[in-house]
């Protein structure tokens, strides 16, 4: 059984700083995704990583996936308001599991002037 | 593209009432919708997976009972909470699969309160 684990779980920052969330998962997953939630709102897709070392970059946010290390990463750079949100990752199974997700935790991201 | 679509967006009803919810694909036909649970400040659990013209199949620990889910047509999923109790308040959200693709989309989720 897939399980994903997201560290920190609460992230207070300066403005201007640049931090890191970490996403460990358990066994295969063929897909990792990002997503962010506001206050009282549904998910966001930030990113979908397919392969080892995949990196993407939207804004402020860079993705990657370390398959070997069943670990992906999302980095902060010089963070502003706009990013407080909770940030999810989700890991994709496959197999007989084919389209569920499992969620970590969620980071709560809060950035301060 | 790829609008997925919740109603209500919110619903506050009595214990031991039924509600409810329906999840609509409204640009794209959906092989599979997926239902989640999310408790304030925790994460999103899946509770079933929904295919179009079959039954559900639930996690874990959801009572199929309580929680009737039907996926009557490519764009309609529904949820039904039967005999809510203040427990069963939470924040419901579904997604859903395009066809042959990969990528859910989500629904902007239901805020059930139960009182």
């Known amino acids: 059984e897939l399980k994903v684990e997201q560290n920190p779980l609460f992230l207070s920052m300066q403005e201007g700083k640049n931090y890191t969330i970490y996403c460990n998962y358990s066994t295969t997953s063929d897909r990792l995704y990002w997503y962010r939630q506001d206050p009282g709102k549904s998910l966001e897709s930030l990113f979908v990583l397919l392969s080892n070392g995949a990196v993407k970059q939207e804004g402020r946010l860079m993705a990657s996936l370390d398959t070997k290390a069943r670990l992906s990463t999302l980095h902060i750079t010089a963070a502003v308001h706009d990013l407080s949100a909770t940030y999810f990752c989700?890991?994709?199974?496959?197999?007989?599991?084919?389209?569920?997700?499992?969620f970590g935790q969620g980071t709560i991201l809060t950035v301060h002037p | 593209g790829a609008v997925v679509s919740q109603h209500p967006s919110w619903v506050i009803c009595k214990s031991g009432t039924s509600v409810k919810i329906e999840c609509r694909s409204l640009?794209?036909?959906?092989?599979?919708m997926f239902w989640y649970r999310q408790f304030p400040k925790q994460s999103l659990m899946l509770m079933a997976t929904s295919n179009e013209g079959s039954k559900a199949t639930y996690e874990q620990g959801v009572e199929k009972d309580k929680f009737l889910i039907n996926h009557a047509s490519l764009t309609l999923s529904t949820l039904t909470v039967t005999s809510a109790h203040p427990e069963d308040s939470s924040f419901y959200i579904c997604?859903?699969?395009?066809?042959?693709?990969?990528?859910?989309?989500f629904g902007p989720g239901t805020r059930l309160t139960v009182l």
């Open positions: 989700a890991g994709h199974a496959g197999g007989t599991s084919y389209g569920k997700l499992t």
């Open positions: 640009d794209f036909q959906a092989t599979t």
């Open positions: 997604s859903a699969s395009q066809t042959f693709t990969d990528t859910q989309y």
